[in-house]
Nanobody
C-alpha cells in the first residue's frame, strides 16, 4: 500500500491545519494507521494512531487535547486535525501503516511539512 500525505503548510501560532493521508489501496481490518513527525535534528515522534476496524485512537502527550485523528474507511483515508498549533509542532509529518500486533511499520508516506511561526 502506498501512502501519500497532504495538507501541510505554514500557519501562525494558534492556527489550525488538517492533514490527510491517502492510501493507494484498501486498508484491511487489522491495521493501524498512525501519524508521526520529525523536526530537524530530532528523532521521529509519535503523534497519533487509529485502529482501522475499531477506531480506537491514541495520542502523544504533546498533542493531546489539540490534535484529533480520524479516518474514512470507504475512501481509505486518514486525517489529522491540528488546532492551537505551536511553533514546536513544526516538523515533517508522516503517515504510516502497521498491523495491529506488529510494532514495525510496513508502509510510510513521503511526508508533508508543517511550519508554525510565532
Amino acid at each position: 500500500v502506498q501512502l501519500v500525505e497532504s495538507g501541510g503548510g505554514s500557519v501562525q501560532a494558534g492556527g489550525s491545519l488538517r492533514l490527510s493521508c491517502a492510501a493507494s489501496g484498501r486498508i484491511l481490518p487489522g491495521n493501524v494507521l498512525s501519524w508521526y513527525r520529525q523536526a530537524p535534528g530530532k528523532e521521529r515522534e509519535f503523534v497519533a494512531s487509529i485502529a482501522w476496524s475499531s477506531g480506537h485512537t491514541e495520542y502523544g502527550l504533546s498533542v493531546q487535547g489539540r490534535f484529533t485523528i480520524s479516518k474514512n474507511n470507504d475512501k481509505n483515508m486518514m486525517f489529522l486535525e491540528m488546532n492551537s498549533l505551536k511553533p514546536e509542532d513544526t516538523a515533517t509529518y508522516y503517515c504510516g501503516r502497521r498491523l495491529v500486533y506488529v510494532t514495525d511499520y510496513a508502509d510510510w508516506g513521503p511526508g508533508t511539512q508543517v511550519t508554525v511561526s510565532t
